[in-house]
């Protein structure tokens, strides 16, 4: 309890327990969830998790925080902990070994890393029931951003195309120990259920969105002739002289099967 917060594993300890409070009652466990906690660090949200479910597998990075983790953990419930690099943990694996249909994450995720973690969940959305991540402001901002907004870009769209995005409340620099130098806030993916997801090729979509993005202030014909010409965006129904920025997630997925059928 108390280490000295590692910069480098970009440790920002919850301590403020109103906000801790509002978080568990946003995610509200229950004994029959398979709860994963990404970054448990000292305990902040596992702790009140662990005592709502009962049992809470968790994937911590750094080894020093472990031992009084687990210790701490003990007289609460069944805390499993997992020693590794949350983006080297499969988890359509995890779920299968513990025989569940479905995940729940939660996190107050390291900000260094928090966009792989994000695109990392989104390929694993088909085994998550949700999501309830800490993140900077600014990413839920550009997450939840719609079509036509200064912030709306890649994983935006990136993010719609698997989730509902619901962004839920703010969290002041002051909640965390040490303080980061942004604003924090907390925000719910729901993974889009399988019969109304696309049905496009990841890889396409990952490679169009990409595209149109890199050079956001450039005409669609411009940014993506590398992948399309003009008549094939035309097929997609999408205008080639319009920019990225004001495209909806669903134009991306047309322009990606246009992309696939070529
Ligand atoms: N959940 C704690 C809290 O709210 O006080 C700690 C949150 S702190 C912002 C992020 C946590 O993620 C730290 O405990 C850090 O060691 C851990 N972490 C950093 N990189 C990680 C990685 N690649 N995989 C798993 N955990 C990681």
């Known amino acids: 309890m108390n ?4 910069k480098s594993y970009g440790q920002h300890f919850l301590h403020d327990t109103r906000y801790i409070e509002n978080i568990v009652r946003a995610i509200s466990p229950r004994p029959t969830d398979f709860m994963l906690e990404i970054g448990p660090g000292e305990g902040a949200l596992t702790l009140p998790l662990l005592s709502a479910a009962g049992k809470l597998t968790a994937i911590e990075l750094d080894t020093d925080l472990i031992p009084a983790l687990r210790a701490r953990a003990a007289a609460m ?22 025989g569940v249909q479905r995940i729940r ?23 998550l029931q949700d999501m ?31 989730c509902r995005v619901e962004p839920l409340f703010s969290v002041p620099p002051e909640a965390f120990r040490p303080p980061p130098k942004v604003d924090s806030a907390v925000v719910r ?48 129904d999408v205008d080639p002289k319009a920019r990225a920025e004001t495209l909806a997630p669903s134009d991306f997925v047309r322009l990606a099967k246009i992309y696939s059928a070529a």
């Open 132 to 162: 309830h991540f800490m993140l900077q402001k600014e990413v839920v901002e550009r997450m939840a951003a719609e079509p036509g907004s200064k912030v709306y870009g890649r994983l935006s769209v990136m993010l719609q195309l698997a």
């Open 3 to 6: 280490a000295r917060p590692k």
């Open 105 to 127: 994450i939660a996190g107050n995720l390291p900000y260094y890393i928090s966009s792989p973690i994000l695109f990392h969940c989104v390929r694993h959305a088909a085994v």
């Open 189 to 236: 993916l729901l993974p889009i259920p399988p019969d109304e997801r696309h049905d496009a090729d990841p890889a396409h979509v990952h490679a169009v969105v990409k595209a149109a993005f890199a050079q956001r202030r450039k005409t669609l014909a411009n940014a993506l002739k590398q992948l399309l010409d003009s008549d094939a965006i035309r097929r997609a």
């Open 77 to 98: 419930g069944e805390l499993h902990v997992i020693h590794a690099d949350v983006l080297k943990v499969d988890f359509a694996a995890l779920a299968h070994s513990h």
